[in-house]
Structure formats: structure tokens, C-alpha cells
């Protein structure tokens, strides 16, 4: 008996440490939920400053910090829109809004409720059909229809009450849930407050929590529904990921492990059979109903059997409660009898075969690691490289997907300000300077990333203005470009010098240029954009770099691509002016309304643009060889770097540089490759038609 102790407590030791090693530790953790908080904040600043009537929450495994590289988790987005009131009580009606009743009776499934519509002006019910989203039933109650938001998302595929954007590569999977808030707890889960386990867990401080977030309501009805089209889920979700924030390390690691062992062995070929959520909801049980004391490093083995038992109760009982909504049976309707079965036998077989069954998981290398660490396999040199470089990659992806997120929410925030006036954007950068100055802390550190670069945009658009009325650049805009200057390692300060370059001050624009050209290779420098979602090549030394320095290096190892909407357009050479009229009538109907909007202005990569202004600059100074120079920097730019993500863009500038050179057949040769790139929507289409009038014309 001493033995089997003493196997099963080394076993959860060497366990902890491997999972320590891929990532599952306290500070990853920590910094996992830190980015998605902050991924979080940024999107829902963005949609206040945009005026957008709604709030995202980053859910899940990818906000709880309980994922790791090989699990690939989905990120979950729950998708609030503040248009609807959903009350429980007459007491929260509100005059104005669109109220809806939830209704929980005989006709409804537990955790599910009808949303019955009310009068705007008094609280009472509608007796009228408003439209097709609303249906009559049996009791004359006007209820809305889950199927509101399908195919709301366009060019997402719907997941039930998700829509899921996938294909994207090197980007996880995002699941887009929308729903609607409601401010009170759920009466049918009034009971949990008050329910106290064995480890007096939850906490008295985290039920009171719970109950102040209220709960959502989710379009999706239950699988044995006799209304599937009407019932709505009732989700206490950020209850939930209160809970999941007070867990401790090892109940974090055993939640890891059975995902692990649900992909290896339960749903081995990707079909979904129990969700992860289960999983979850089994592990908050066997927490509740054991003393805190078990959770330890030394008894991750035992904590996790004991979880995989209560898994195969669930299983053989067809019930697993909802942890908070208990009369929620999750499982209601999931398997048939063969598939219950089938998996209760890989359940026992996995119990049966426990430790063995580790060694077999190859997500992340579980298995061969834990060979490793029982001394079952010698020690590999391939080991102990990956478990030192790992965490550098977790924090390379971190920094990463902070300038990505700002890179997003920037184009987001264009694409609202596309086509308005100066007066327009000024009072927009009021509304940011006002929120700066009243945020919390984590919406300061998001501002940090965000404002930058939004500076810079007003700034150009103002300094644009002035060009039209006098070419000339007043100290306010300088004010504003110099505030954006840090977004990045160079999109900013390229708007700086095609300002300068655009007023004729080509000495200025010039030492900028120099600047940008030594500071670019001091670092490696990630091109970010979010045009075109292409992940970037990730080197040894980004990631040196990215684990020895704090977040603020992204803006010494990121450029972003540098957008100009129309409101810059006199702040930029005619050359990439023609990029903001790319699209023909045809061409648009290939064009999707948000994601290829950037097509309306002119966006190119940092480092072709940076040779471009030198060799415009040069040319105007009559520095020839600098100019010669600069033309074949912008050559081998397009030809070597892999990472460009408006190829086309550079190539068009090419050719126009090799007009002005009077080397057309070079130029046609780069307005073709560019076609190649991108046959619709290129500005090169014009280019080839405007270069071959030119050619006949001269014969």
C-alpha cells in the first residue's frame, strides 16, 4: 500500500513539472488571463469610442489561463448587445427599451426560459406580431425567436448559438456567441448562493460576486426541446469565470489533463462527444464536495482519477448538473444508448490503464516528458531545448498578439471614421482624451497601446487639411503626430515624413527616414497587419528578445502597416493615392463590408514605403546614387521578404518608380506580378491600362 503512495504521489510530481514546463504554471496563467483582459478592454473601448451599443467578454479556456499550445482552444466570445432589457422581474421594466420577459414554466427545459416581448411605453405585454423574429404561441404571449442572429456574422459558420471564424492560420478559432445581459441572478439558480460543499468552496466573497454579474440569455434552445426555436439558454458565464480565476494550480493542471485525455481518448477524432465544459463542470463539483487539503502538487494523480469517476457517473446516469444551474442536466439528450456505452468503456479503460495512458498522450509531448521525468526514457537534447524555449515562445505570442489586437482595433476605428469630416475626427479624439482620463487601470495600459497610433491618424487627416488650404503644417499637428510617434517602430513616423515630404520639406522628412532605416535594424522587426491575416515567421532571437523584455519592446520589434483613409489623402505621394480607387463597380461585389474596407484606402507595408519616400526624396534632391540606392532597397524588399502583406501595393510603386526611371517594360513586369498577387481590387489594373496609352501613344 506504502508503495502504491508513493508511485501515485512521484507520478503527480513529475506530472506538475511537466505540465510546469509546457506552459500550466502561475505565471503563465496569470499572463494568459492578463492578455485576454486586456484583449478584452480594448474591444470594448473601441466600441464605446465607435459608438457601438454593446460589449464583448473574452470566455473560456483562452481567458482562464487552463489551455496550452497542443489543445488548440478555440477563443470564446460572448457578444452583448445592450439594445434589449431582459428583466425576471416587473420591477426592472424600462421605459424605451425593447423588454423582454424571461419566462421559466412547464413548457420550458430547466436552464432554458422564453423571452416574452413588452410595450415600450407601459409594462404590459404585446399582443401584436412585430415581425418575423416573433411568433404567437399557444398562450398568446409574443415570444422572440432564437434564430435572430443566424448568419448574423458574415462568413462565420454557425455553431449553434455560435459563429465560428475559422481557416485562418497561425490564429485560433474564434466562436462568436451573441446575447443578451439580464441584471438579476437567475431565480433558478437562487438555491447555489446559499449551497455550501464540503471545502466551503465557492467562497461566501465569490457567490456575492456571482450574484452581481447577474447571467445572460444565449439563442440556442435544448436538444430535447419541444420549442428548439424559442427556448433560450440561461448562461452564468462570468460567474463561472469567477470561479475558474480562484482555482489553485493543481486543480488548473487536473482541468488540463482531462482535456487532454478527452482529445486523446474520449473524442480521438475531433467528434464531440462530452464537451470540455463538461469536464469543467465535473471538476467545480469535486471541488465543492472535497476538502481543499487534496489539491495539492503531491496528489494531482489522485485528484485527477478521482475526476475521470465522477466523469463516468455522469456518463453512465446520463446527468451531468450544471454546477450552478443544477436542474440543467448538460448531458439531457446527448448520447444515444450505443454511444453511452462506447464511451463509458473508453472511460473504464482509461481508469483501468490511468498511468499508462498518460505516457500515450502526445499533445505537447505530455507523454515522451513524462517518460523524461520517470527516468523511462533517457534525457533528450531535444527535451531540454523545448522546455527552456517554450515559455520564450509564450511570451513572443503574447506581445505578439498585443499589436495585433491594436493593429485590429485601429483598422475597426477607421473604418468608423472612413469618409467623416475633421471636425468629425476632432471631436472623436476628444472622446478618447475624456475616457483616458476617467479609465481604470487596465483600460490605461490598453489606451497605452491604442492611442498612439489613433494620435498619428487625426494628426496626418488635420495636417492634410492644412495642405489643402495652405501647404503648410502648424504646430498642432506636429503636436498631434509627435504624441503617436511610439505606436510602432515605423508606421507613425513614415506618416511623419510623408507629411514633411508632401509640404516639401524634404531635409526633415529625410533625417526621419535615416531614423526609422537604423532603428529597423537594431531589432528583428514583425511586420503587424490585420488586412491581411498572414501569421509572421517567429526567429530564436524575437523570442530572446521578446522573454528578457517587458511588453513596451513591441514597439521596438513591431511596424505596422501604414493606413491612410481619404481624409489623408493630401498627406501622401500621388503614387499611392491611386491605391484609394482600386475598386471598379465589378469589384466591388467581390469585396467583403469589413474585412477588405482597407481597400478604400491606401495601405502599405512599413519598410517598401520607407524606400519608396527615400527614393522620391532623393530624387528631388538630386542625389542620385542615394536614389539608386533606395530603388534597389525597395527591389529586394519585395523579392526576399516573405513577410509583406500588401505585396501588390509595393509592386504597384515599383512600376511607378520604373516609369519615372522611363524603364516601362520593368514597370508592366511589376504591375503584372502584382495582378498576380491580387487579380480584383488593384489599383494595378489602372496602372497597366495608363502605361500601355502611353506606350502606343509615343510609337
Known amino acids: 500500500m506504502f508503495q502504491e503512495a508513493d508511485y501515485r504521489e512521484n507520478l503527480s510530481l513529475a506530472l506538475s513539472e511537466v505540465l510546469d514546463d509546457i506552459g500550466v504554471n502561475e505565471r503563465m496563467v496569470m ?9 478584452e478592454t480594448m474591444i470594448n473601448i473601441t466600441y464605446r469610442l465607435t459608438d457601438k451599443n454593446m460589449t464583448e467578454y473574452c ?3 483562452q481567458s482562464e489561463g487552463t489551455t496550452t499550445r497542443g489543445l488548440h482552444s478555440d477563443l470564446d466570445i460572448l457578444l452583448c448587445h445592450h439594445d434589449y432589457n431582459i428583466i425576471q422581474d416587473w420591477s426592472e421594466w424600462e421605459h424605451g427599451k425593447l423588454n423582454y420577459l424571461m419566462i421559466q414554466d412547464e413548457n420550458t427545459t430547466p436552464g432554458y426560459c422564453f423571452l416574452q416581448l413588452l410595450q415600450p411605453d407601459i409594462p404590459l405585454p404585446v399582443t401584436v406580431i412585430p415581425n418575423e423574429h416573433h411568433i404567437n404561441d399557444r398562450s398568446g404571449r409574443i415570444l422572440l425567436k432564437n434564430t435572430l442572429y443566424n448568419g448574423a456574422i458574415p462568413g462565420a459558420v454557425d455553431h449553434g448559438p455560435s459563429n465560428a471564424e475559422q481557416g485562418q492560420d497561425g490564429f485560433c478559432d474564434t466562436d462568436i456567441v451573441p446575447a443578451f445581459h439580464c441584471k438579476s441572478w437567475p431565480q433558478s439558480a437562487s438555491d447555489w448562493l446559499d449551497r455550501q460543499g464540503i471545502g466551503r468552496w465557492p467562497t461566501q466573497d465569490m457567490r456575492r460576486y456571482a450574484a452581481s454579474t447577474g447571467c445572460f440569455v444565449v439563442a440556442t434552445g435544448s436538444k430535447v426541446s419541444e420549442y428548439p426555436e424559442l427556448e433560450w439558454r440561461i448562461s452564468t458565464s462570468l460567474a463561472e469565470r469567477c470561479l475558474m480565476s480562484n482555482l489553485n494550480i493543481t486543480q488548473i493542471r487536473c482541468y488540463v489533463l482531462l482535456k487532454m485525455i478527452l482529445k486523446s481518448f474520449l473524442n480521438p477524432h475531433a467528434e464531440i462527444n462530452i464537451s470540455s465544459f463538461m469536464c469543467k463542470t465535473v471538476l467545480l463539483h469535486c471541488i465543492e464536495n472535497t476538502e481543499s487539503s487534496i489539491w495539492k502538487e503531491n496528489n494531482l494523480f489522485t485528484c485527477l482519477t478521482y475526476c475521470l469517476l465522477e466523469l463516468h457517473t455522469c456518463v453512465q446516469n446520463d446527468c451531468c448538473s450544471h454546477f450552478i444551474i443544477q436542474e440543467n442536466n ?11 456505452n462506447e464511451l463509458s468503456k473508453k472511460i473504464c479503460d482509461v481508469l483501468q490503464n490511468d498511468s499508462q495512458m498518460l505516457l500515450r498522450i502526445e499533445i505537447d509531448d505530455l507523454g515522451y516528458r513524462l517518460q523524461v521525468k520517470l527516468n523511462i526514457v533517457p534525457h533528450g537534447i531535444y527535451y531540454y531545448h523545448y522546455s527552456i524555449d517554450i515559455h520564450e515562445l509564450y511570451m513572443t505570442e503574447e506581445y505578439l498578439g498585443r499589436a495585433y489586437s491594436t493593429s485590429y482595433h485601429h483598422h475597426d476605428i477607421l473604418h468608423h471614421l472612413h469618409n467623416k469630416n475633421i471636425r468629425t475626427m476632432k471631436q472623436f479624439v476628444g472622446k478618447l482624451i475624456s475616457f483616458r482620463v476617467n479609465s481604470n487601470r487596465l483600460e490605461q495600459i490598453a489606451l497605452k497601446f491604442l492611442a498612439p497610433i489613433l494620435f498619428t491618424t487625426y494628426g496626418s487627416a488635420l495636417a492634410s487639411s492644412r495642405v489643402a488650404e495652405n501647404n503648410q503644417v502648424s504646430p498642432e499637428v506636429l503636436v498631434w503626430l509627435s504624441a503617436g510617434l511610439n505606436s ?8 511623419l515624413a510623408s507629411v514633411f515630404y508632401s509640404t516639401g520639406d524634404m531635409e526633415q522628412a529625410e533625417l526621419i527616414l535615416r531614423h526609422i532605416e537604423q532603428q529597423y535594424y537594431s531589432y528583428p522587426v514583425v511586420p503587424v497587419c490585420t488586412c491581411v491575416k498572414k501569421p509572421p515567421a517567429v526567429t530564436a532571437e524575437l523570442m530572446r528578445i521578446c522573454g528578457e523584455q517587458s511588453e513596451d519592446c ?3 520589434i513591431t511596424a505596422f502597416c501604414v493606413k491612410f483613409i481619404q481624409e489623408e489623402i493630401n498627406c501622401i505621394p500621388y503614387e499611392l493615392q491611386y491605391e484609394m480607387f482600386r475598386s471598379t463597380q465589378d469589384d466591388m461585389i467581390h469585396r467583403h463590408w469589413f474585412k477588405d474596407c482597407w481597400m478604400d484606402w491606401a495601405v502599405v507595408d512599413s519598410l517598401p514605403f520607407l524606400y519608396f519616400l527615400q527614393y522620391k526624396i532623393y530624387r528631388h534632391l538630386q542625389r542620385h546614387q542615394d536614389k539608386q540606392q533606395a530603388l534597389n ?8 521578404d516573405e513577410n509583406l502583406k500588401h505585396r501588390e501595393t509595393a509592386l504597384n510603386i515599383l512600376g511607378q518608380c520604373m516609369e519615372q526611371e522611363n524603364r516601362p517594360q520593368q514597370a508592366l513586369n511589376c504591375y503584372l506580378l502584382s495582378l498576380q498577387q491580387r487579380a480584383r481590387n488593384n489599383a494595378a489594373n489602372f496602372h497597366v491600362c495608363k502605361l500601355l496609352s502611353r506606350i502606343f501613344a509615343g510609337q
Open 633 to 640: 532597397k525597395l527591389i529586394r524588399t519585395i523579392v526576399t
Open 330 to 340: 448538460l448531458m439531457a439528450g446527448q448520447f444515444t444508448a450505443e454511444k453511452k
Open 31 to 39: 499572463r494568459r488571463r492578463r492578455q485576454l483582459m486586456l484583449e
Open 59 to 61: 470566455l473560456g479556456s
Open 488 to 495: 510602432d517602430i515605423s508606421s507613425s513616423r513614415l506618416k
Open 554 to 556: 513591441i514597439k521596438h
